[in-house]
């Protein structure tokens, strides 16, 4: 396999680098409940003026007849034309803020104003975001979370990451989904370039609600050439790197009953003359619900390309699976595939790990990313452990399997994960299968076969390819 003729750290560079208010007596009996929420709404602030007389009570309606009037709406009618939370606004209805559904932020918005408009004090939902903007969080007692905005390039706007989602009400409704991100990079201090990262899903209601799925990450090709300076002490080439943006987490459902949001999947990763990673899966929301919910699955690794001798390819890890107090827990995310051509190597991403259960079953570990390399060393990723059932259910989840391999030189096929275990009354998952390796002139090493649970069975080794390689199948863990 060829090789640079400088010796540089790039894989431990990118390593350390992924390295007012309302009472009432109704509120007495919801004490109890409220102190045991994790989440806490913000605190939100509305500008509202108060004035001497009834003809500019704006706060009420903006048709008031003072002399001023038209001087004020003059001024507001500029501002609200691109603000989805405006500095005065009615009791009721649409962007009120009693009661009342959030606006939706609009073309031509800049800033916080492409965030979507917050839902009525006691109840509403939230605005969507726009441009990479916030989904607008519902209203305290009910209603659902606006979306966050996508942060895809558009005319007069750049790629950005994507807004994450607005919360739910806290009492019951949906969490917003988080926008998906544009294509494009941002120079980390190391010089690597990463991808935009997609918005995080909004939590739904601390009772009942279901939780917003996180956002993709953003992909980004890097064509860059840049050589390294030997009379300075960083490395410019870093600059030829490029990582993948992360997906965005999913969010939390509600306490009692709800599903948790799904995690997005990480973005791809291409580079001409440097190393790439694909991005992160978002891992899945996870909450105690008490009667019956589902944890969010991780959201899948980017893939990555890398182009030039001596590189590598990484693909990006598969999200976690959210666990659940009551109900099936999510499934981990697979590992992103990496190709490596031109003497690059090729390392498939991991898988990520099976979401957990206290009662029911838990979810099973992601598969890890094949790896393929036309001139160079291909690895499988390795597959995500099982979760675990800690008290009964069906059983712990089993592990995914390991990622293929195939290469010109030597190739390693990924080992399986581990089974879950099934807790004081279950049964236990099953590790997964090794992958296959398979390389042309070099040494083929399949993958070994993850570990049952806890009486479980272990997963079977991959298999050798039909080339002419030597190697010998590798045993269960």
Known sequence: MAKHAKNRARPAAIRAYLTAGVTGAAFAGLGAFLAVQDATPATTQYDIKLVSNEEDTLFLSLNGGSDRRDREQRALAAQEVTDANPALRPMFGDGGW????????????EGAA??????GLLGGDGGNGLHGGKGGDAGWWFGNGGHGGDGFASEGYAASAGGDGGSGGYFFGFGGDGGDAGDGA??????VYVGYSGGDGGRGGAGFGTGGNGGAGGSYTNTRDIADNPDTEIDESLQNDVIGGAGGDGGAAGGFVGTDGHGGAGGDAVSENGSAVGGLGGDGGGTGTMTGGLGGNGGDGGDAEANADGETATGGAGGAGG???????????????????GGADAVGGDGGEGGGSRVGNAGEGGNGGDALSTDGEAT???????????????????????????????????????GGNGGLFGYPGDGGDGGNADSTNGTATPGSGGAGGVGGEDGESGETGDSDSDGDGGDSA
Request: with cysteine; proline share 0%.
């Open 98 to 109: 009693l009661i009342g559904n959030g606006l939706d932020a609009v073309e031509g918005c």
């Open 380 to 418: 499988g990723g390795r597959g995500g452990d099982g979760g675990h059932t800690w008290v009964f259910g069906e059983g712990g989840g089993d592990g995914g399997n390991g990622g293929n391999a195939e290469a010109e030189d030597d190739a390693t096929g990924g080992d399986g994960g581990d």
């Open 323 to 341: 666990w659940t107090g009551t109900g099936n827990g999510g499934l981990g995310g697979n590992g992103g595939n990496a190709v490596g051509n």
């Open 186 to 191: 941002v120079k980390s201090s190391s010089g």
């Open 114 to 119: 492409c965030n979507g408009g917050n839902g």
